[in-house]
């Protein structure tokens, strides 16, 4: 069997290139928080420069998936329509945002299928306040 597996806290030195990727000006404010929540929370390595497309697509359909569950909560999932009751609009775009998510999931190995059982185990290390700051780029002193 080996010795037990055991988990380590990622830690990389300080490099450029070792940096977590950082959202793009094109994100709004919710999708930038979406793109921070999964970046930071996941080790440095997971993600590569060429991840960062899905990343963006990843938080995008985050907050659509969010939105039409939140529509579907406040206006129920079927309406009253001209014709009688019909299914919402908001059911179709959540379940194809659920569904584009768990492509993008596997693709980006989020899922509890990306971790192989008998790789080393690493947990992502804590994220300084300052560090948020520097990724969501709200620093006070930017302007001088």
Same mark, same amino acid.
């Not at 919710?30 to 921070?36: E, P, S, T, V």
């Given at each position: 069997m080996g010795r037990p597996p055991h988990e380590t806290t990622d830690l990389t030195p300080f490099y450029p290139e070792n940096r977590r990727l950082q959202p793009p000006d094109c994100l709004g404010a919710?999708?930038?928080? $979406?793109? %921070?929540d999964l970046v930071?929370?996941?080790?440095?390595?997971?993600?590569?420069?060429?991840?960062? $497309?899905? %990343?963006?697509r990843w938080a995008e359909l985050t907050v659509m998936a969010e939105q039409a569950a939140y529509e579907m909560q406040t206006g129920g999932m079927v309406v009253n329509g001209q014709s009688g009751p019909r299914v919402s609009p908001w059911v179709t775009i959540h379940r194809d945002c659920v569904r584009e998510l768990r492509a993008l999931s596997q693709r980006l190995q989020l899922g509890p299928r990306g971790r192989s059982p008998k790789a080393p185990k690493t947990v992502a290390g804590p994220v300084s306040y300052y560090e948020r700051m520097q990724l969501e780029g709200d620093f006070d002193d930017a302007a001088n």
């Open positions: 919710l999708q930038r928080k $979406a793109f %921070l930071t929370s996941c080790p440095i390595s997971q993600f590569r420069k060429s991840d960062l $497309a899905l %990343l963006c």
